[in-house]
């Protein structure tokens, strides 16, 4: 079993900024493909960026050039900059960790981050 501790939510003016961490109790955490997905009220969850044990990286193309996502090895966590932030932003956003292969897959509790004005 792998716990999933997401932090760095909440409100922030659109054009702002702000960083998701999420901590894993993961043993062998380079293991792991670690991604954050988000849901907004009446939409079905969605991945926004995934980066895998080695640190290949893919993006939904609406957060492309706007997130990085990245992962300490060391520290077992991922993170994820949000940056330029849009009112379209706003969801639920929860980290997930999964081996590929298999059917190992873990999930956070969820942070929310509401972008407005």
């Known amino acids: 079993q792998v716990q999933l501790v997401e932090s760095g939510g909440g409100l922030v003016q659109p054009g702002g900024s702000l960083r998701l961490s999420c901590a894993a109790s993961a043993r062998i955490f380079n293991l792991y493909h670690m991604g954050w997905y988000r849901q907004a009220p009446g939409n079905q969850r969605e991945l926004v960026a995934q980066?895998?044990?080695?640190?290949?990286?893919n993006y939904a193309d609406s957060v492309k050039g706007r997130f990085i996502i990245s992962r300490d090895n060391a520290k077992n966590t991922v993170y994820l900059q949000m940056n330029s932030l849009k009112v379209e932003d706003t969801a639920v956003y929860s980290c997930n960790a999964n081996i590929p292969g298999t059917f190992i897959n873990f999930w956070g509790q969820g942070t929310q981050v509401t972008v407005s004005s």
């Open positions: 980066i895998t044990g080695g640190g290949t990286t």
